[in-house]
């Protein structure tokens, strides 16, 4: 069942029901294609008829429009029926946000309508041997020649490939090393399957696509008018992240409908595996693991409609492409890692039943595997979320600095003015100011500014003080390795000597007894 939110619209908990008894109705067939494995086609086909791939599409192209909620609600429900929920996946990047956000009025009403209907498929196509995590180095090229492209190249593991009609393509535009370095050298194009000199080249076999293609496309002087180009000449690179980001959101959505599919299940078995002359469902141990499979699935769910609701209200929210694409990255590692651990605690949980196919959880492995992988790999996407973490304004500012308890003789943290506000920078005042940090924070150095919001004075000051301290042999520090501009600075010992006499960087707990414990070691 998919739970809905408080802030759902009425619409989107209906739809949400809606999808529950589609997929309840349509799990057998999907299973049969599975097996026999078979491109779900009639299943796709009932999706069509609901409209449910119009989910995010305005009304006005033929629509649902219930946003990226309700793509999220299509994704968790198709999540359950395995191969459907990803050909809704590569239906949606196939240009649905991109379109939405980029398209013109004539490509949002032949596009954004053919995405609604749901009968022409699309897929996205960034990938190829030599652009991987390095989605910019695209070889694929589109040269202008008058009024029409001509597009050349390759493109690698492809959802849809084959079974798509409508491909969004990225394409190099320009070799001008300045825009390859501002990634303005990208341009995204839609080409129709059919059209002269684009032609399916290998199928991959793939872990978790057992019954839908992934694949190579081949692009051999394909001409393409100008209206298949989206956005402006070199902006692809701009409509690529924002189509990532909504890809990494349903990446997200989909892995829910596995992880509670895989959670009910396991709870249906312990309830009837006997073992010990007891149901297992009374072991400790179980009970925890479901704990933890529950735990990671409301928040998982959580994070995921909750990024939802974010791209929903962007413009009132006035949230910028970055801060959503950070939580869209922020639901995809935690949905999918959460889901892969859970596929193995599932797993271990149901013993040898759990490794055989006929359960559903060996799937859920192998789908929350690729997943790791697809749309961004974990690791790019912990780059682009430590990356966020860095700019966002604010964020990760440490307001607070240790002072030395005047009683206690330990360092506690404060937002009060330091002692130091106001007096003169000098060379001792600042040898000083550095030996007290060390007594706070021995293993670590100070930043210029860390002195400066310390003693108020002047940066330009500080630095020079700073530089006749170390020509002084009195501190050490890290300067940048080509502009030699100062970065870190650290009283070395003979600067700690100088500041203040060995007393004064002194403190024993109170149970240590200076006879009894140091036996005349503070004794000089
Ligand atoms: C199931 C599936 C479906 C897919 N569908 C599509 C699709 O429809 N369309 C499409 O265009 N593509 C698709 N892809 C491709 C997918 O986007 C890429 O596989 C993915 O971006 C990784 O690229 P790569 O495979 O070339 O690995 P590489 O980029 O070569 O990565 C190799 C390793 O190096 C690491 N790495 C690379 N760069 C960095 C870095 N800067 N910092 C730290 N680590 C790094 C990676 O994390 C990885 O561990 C799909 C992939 C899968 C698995």
Known sequence: MIETFWWFTPEQKAFAKDLDEFVDNHLEEVEECYWAKRFPWKTM????????????????????DYGATGCCIVGEGLGRLYAVGHVFLFNMIGGLNQLLRFGTNEQKEKYLRQIAEG??????????????????????????????????????????????????VYAKTSDDPTLKAQYRHITGFIVDRGVKGFTLEKINSLIGFDNIPNGYLDFDNVELSDEQRVGEIGSGWQIMMAGLNFERLLTSA?????????????????????????????????????????????????????????????????????????WASVAKIYDIESGREIGSTAMQMTGGDGLCKFYPIERLLREAKIA??????????????????????????????????????????????????????????ILKIMA?????????????????????????????????????????TLRHPKTKKLILAKANYEGLRQAYPKEFYRWYPDWIKEDEFIMGMTKD
């Open 372 to 429: 790791e992988i697809g749309a961004g790999t974990t690791e790019i996407q912990k780059t682009l979320i430590y990356r966020m973490s860095q700019q966002k304004h604010g964020f990760l500012d440490f307001k607070y600095h240790f002072k030395i308890h005047p009683e206690l003789g330990v360092p506690i943290l404060t937002m009060a003015p330091s002692e130091w506000t106001g007096k003169e920078v000098n060379k001792e005042n």
């Open 119 to 168: 009968k022409v498929l699309g897929a996205v196509c960034i990938t190829e041997p030599f652009a991987g995590s390095d989605a910019a180095n695209v070889f694929t090229t589109a040269v202008q020649e008058g009024d029409h492209w001509i597009l050349n190249g390759k493109k690698r593991m492809i959802s849809g490939a084959g079974v798509a009609g409508r491909y969004f």
């Open 436 to 476: 007290e940090d060390f007594k706070c924070n021995p293993g670590l150095y100070m930043t210029p500014d860390d002195i400066k919001d310390l003693i108020k004075g002047r940066a330009k000051a500080v630095e020079a003080v700073l530089d006749e301290l170390e020509k002084d042999g009195l501190i050490v």
């Open 45 to 64: 086909e009932a999706v069509a008829e609901k409209g449910y791939m119009g989910a995010g599409v305005p009304k006005e192209y033929g629509g649902l």
């Open 254 to 326: 989909l892995s829910l409908g596995g992880i509670s599919w895989v959670m009910q299940l396991v709870s249906h078995y312990m309830e009837r595996r006997v073992q010990f002359n007891s149901q297992v469902q009374r072991f400790t141990n179980l009970q925890f693991d479901l704990a933890d499979i529950v735990k990671k699935y409301y928040i998982s769910r959580l994070v995921t409609y909750h990024t939802a609701y974010l791209l929903d209200h962007t413009k009132e929210l006035k949230l910028t492409e970055f801060e959503t694409g950070t």
